[in-house]
């Protein structure tokens, strides 16, 4: 059987999408390998229930390498929200692993494959491929629970707003406003809040939430989120994988792009006419966020061509498609 080590993290900094991604990854291989993980976040366990979860205590080079031995690896899948350049120089001292890279900013790392789901070309640029390597980009391989496109329908949606809020201090901080004033922005409609299993203090957010008439989850699995989104008027979002999720499941969305690197993506889609964009600078306004809010829900007209936009951008049939590569050359 193959022997596949997985390099992921699953911390509250860089959010749960990478880890996420890999995990539903493997359920959709036609073969299971023998997994190892190696990586930081208690949260890994949770992903990886059935695979050795190796913590990250020390210099990745040594670690690795040790557990290359130790397992026997035949491949290296890498989901990093940068690369490592440690991680790499091991690479390159032992050639005889498949390398298969899960990124979304382009890279110069020596890869046999490479999936990079997001929309924007400028990021699709890998120059240091190994001979015969490839490098699958684009909306069609976006990383996303094939659930998403599955729960997309065409029928009135009538249940709560839900706002779902991703990693990183200034999300968590958008997710506390949320939590005070999502409830009274969303009337008439029901308001649910749904964070990460690495989100600071859930109770406390948690707490507001109900305080203020709402209902706060953390850790929702991905069939329930697009169960969620299907029956949202609108979405209240940060940027990230979840905006991809809620356009496969045609939700109309706002979307904060709380990161620096997740501006451009959130813009392409909004000058597509897929999303409205809160905007990175203002994003976190309360009175831009109820305005636009307000305003989506009383134009059915504009949501339904966001409904109808986002699905044609991203079908939701990536992961599929990245999984069917993955198996390639991992020889499954």
């Known amino acids: 059987m193959t022997s596949l080590i997985i390099r992921v993290d699953a911390l509250h900094e860089t959010g749960l999408a990478h880890v996420?991604?890999?995990?539903?990854?493997?359920?959709?291989?036609?073969?299971?390998?023998?997994?190892?993980?190696?990586?930081q976040g208690e949260s890994l366990k949770d992903f990886f229930p059935h695979d050795k979860v190796v913590p990250l205590k020390g210099p990745v080079d040594v670690f690795l390498k040790a557990l290359v031995i130790e397992t026997e690896a035949d491949a290296v899948l890498v989901d990093e929200p940068k690369p490592d350049p440690l991680l790499w120089q091991a690479l390159e001292a032992m050639p005889q692993l498949k390398r298969v890279m899960i990124d979304d900013f382009g890279s110069d790392a020596p890869a046999d494959l490479v999936i990079n789901g997001t929309v924007i070309s400028d990021y699709h640029v890998y120059?240091?491929?190994?001979e015969g390597g490839q490098a699958l980009c684009g909306g069609d391989y976006s990383l996303i629970a094939p659930v998403f496109a599955k729960s997309r329908h065409?029928?009135?949606?009538?249940?709560?707003?839900?706002a779902i809020c991703g990693g990183g201090e200034r999300a968590a901080d958008w997710?506390?406003?949320?939590?005070?004033?999502?409830?009274a922005l969303a009337k008439p409609h029901p308001f649910i809040l749904i964070v990460g299993a690495s989100f600071p203090d859930f109770e406390?957010?948690?707490?507001?939430?109900?305080?203020?008439?709402?209902i706060a989850k953390q850790a929702v699995p991905a069939h329930q989120i697009a169960s969620h989104?299907?029956?949202?008027?609108?979405?209240?979002m940060t940027g990230g994988m979840v905006v991809y999720e809620a356009l496969a499941a045609g939700t109309p969305a706002l979307v904060f792009p709380q990161l620096e690197n997740l501006k451009?993506?959130?813009?392409?889609?909004?000058?597509?006419?897929?999303?409205?964009?809160?905007?990175?600078?203002?994003?976190?306004?309360?009175?831009?966020?109820?305005?636009?809010?307000h305003g989506l829900l009383k134009n059915d007209k504009k949501a339904q061509a966001l409904r109808q936009k986002g699905p044609e951008l991203i079908d939701g049939l990536g992961m599929n498609r990245a999984a069917e590569a993955i198996s390639q050359v991992l020889e499954l």
């Open 154 to 162: 065409d029928e009135a949606r009538k249940g709560p707003v839900v």
């Open 204 to 214: 406390s957010l948690r707490q507001m939430a109900v305080y203020n008439g709402g």
């Open 20 to 39: 996420a991604r890999c995990s539903r990854l493997l359920d959709l291989l036609p073969q299971r390998p023998t997994v190892h993980v190696l990586g």
């Open 264 to 293: 451009p993506e959130i813009e392409w889609f909004a000058e597509h006419g897929a999303l409205i964009n809160l905007g990175h600078d203002a994003g976190d306004d309360l009175k831009q966020l109820s305005a636009q809010l």
């Open 127 to 130: 120059p240091g491929l190994r």
């Open 229 to 236: 989104l299907a029956r949202a008027p609108v979405a209240i």
């Open 175 to 183: 997710a506390m406003m949320l939590a005070e004033h999502g409830p």
